[in-house]
Structures are given as C-alpha cells and as structure tokens.
C-alpha cells in the first residue's frame, strides 16, 4: 500500500532562515507531487505540483521553491523566511493510473518568528 | 480563473440532525468533484468522488452528495449526523481529462456536533 511521510512535524523557525521540508511518498512509480499551504478559514492553496523528476510547476509567486531530486521525493525549501510563510504545509501525490484521487500526508507546522 | 464555493463557514448541529453543505464550482467544463474531511489531529482524507456516471455518489460513513451539472453544484449529505462527523470538509474540483490531476479547493465549513 502507498504511505506518504513529511517531516519535520512542526518546526518554528526565525525571520531570514532558510527552510527544507521534506515529503517522500512509498507504495507507488511515478507519482504527481503537491505542496499546499493550509490556512484557518482559507481552504488549501496550491503552492506547487510535479509530474516528474526536476519537473515544478508553481502556482503562487511567493519566497517558495521545490524541487524532485528522486521520483518519490518532493521538498519545499526558501532561502530566507518570511513572517507570512508562517502556516500548515501539506504534501499530497496522485496517480492517474490510480484514480488520480489525492492523498495528502500528515504536514507540517511551520511558525516564523 | 476557476473557483470553489462553500456555503457555511461553521455550522452547528445536535446529532441525529441531517447534514447539507453546499459546494459550487465556477468551471465550466468537464470536471471530477471531491468531498475531502479532515477529523480534529488526522491527514486530509477523501470522503468521496465523483467522476462519471450515476450523479449520486456514495462515500465513507454514510455521506453522499449529489453533482447537478446545470447549477455548477456538488453538496454533501448525510441523513444522521453523529456526534465522530466533527471535522473539517472540503469541497474540491479537478478539471476533467488529463494527467496533471490540479485541485482546486474551496474554504472548507467546520462541522461542530454537539452530543
């Protein structure tokens, strides 16, 4: 069966440091690959998705990066931080070939202070 | 650009009542819906689908919603809310076709059940 992991859990962070979150999803080949941020009261943003190796598409612009070093590996990274990148991080992968239904890893819980 | 409509921000029940939440979607396209639920310290997880076929879709713990295509509309129901349906849902639209597989999500509507 598939399992998807993100770590850290929950991490706080100072203005201007970097950042590396990390997802990694099992169980499945060539996945897609989702990094949202979660807000109270705002739903799901869809920060950036991948179809494959080296490939990102972002959809905000904003102090955010990916990158897919491996085909089950996805990170979420900035060089320095910002107060507003303070939120909930969720990592999700769909398949097509799997119903193309996606499923979203436990997250992490970043606060910049 | 495409958009997700939920209704009700929080809504209160006493258990036993009968649960709608409203979700309407702006595209105007082909689509595959989603009911997402996120139970107080759980993952995001799927409660239902609907890509093709009978408009009423069953899911997970007795909720089912209904796609009316002409009023752009996908609402979740369940007859007999229990005190354990507490979370958090989410309404999600997927443009139909392709491998991309992009949600779109709408705010979500806190579901509080009182005993």
């Known amino acids: 069966s598939q399992t998807i992991h993100q770590w850290p859990a929950t991490l706080v962070q100072p203005v201007g440091s970097p950042l590396s979150l990390e997802c990694t999803v099992e169980?499945?080949?060539?996945?897609?690959l989702y990094w949202y941020r979660q807000a109270a009261g705002r739903g799901l943003q869809l920060l950036f998705y991948s179809v494959g190796i080296g490939q990102i598409s972002s959809e905000v612009p904003q102090n955010l990066s990916a990158s897919r070093p491996q085909d089950r590996q996805f990170i979420l990274s900035s060089k320095k931080l910002l107060l507003s990148d303070s939120g909930f991080y969720l990592c999700?992968?769909?398949?097509?070939?799997?119903?193309?239904?996606?499923?979203f890893g436990p997250g992490t819980r970043l606060t910049v202070t | 650009a495409q958009s997700v409509s939920q209704h009700n921000h929080h809504v209160i029940l006493s258990e036993a009542a009968s649960l709608e939440l409203g979700c309407n979607y702006s595209?105007?396209?082909?689509?595959?819906l989603f009911w997402y639920v996120q139970y107080p310290g759980q993952h995001l997880q799927l409660l239902l689908k609907y890509f093709s076929g009978d408009p009423l879709v069953k899911g997970i713990k007795g909720f089912e919603a209904e796609f009316i295509k002409s009023k752009f509309s996908f609402n979740l129901r369940k007859p007999s809310v229990q005190w354990s349906d507490t979370a958090e849902y989410f309404c999600?639209?997927?443009?139909?076709?392709?491998?991309?597989?992009?949600?779109?999500f709408g705010k979500g509507t806190k579901l509080s059940v009182k005993p």
């Open positions: 169980g499945t080949s060539n996945p897609n």
């Open positions: 999600a639209v997927m443009r139909g076709g392709g491998s991309q597989g992009n949600l779109i």
């Open positions: 999700a992968w769909s398949n097509y070939n799997e119903g193309n239904e996606q499923y």
């Open positions: 595209y105007g396209g082909t689509v595959n």
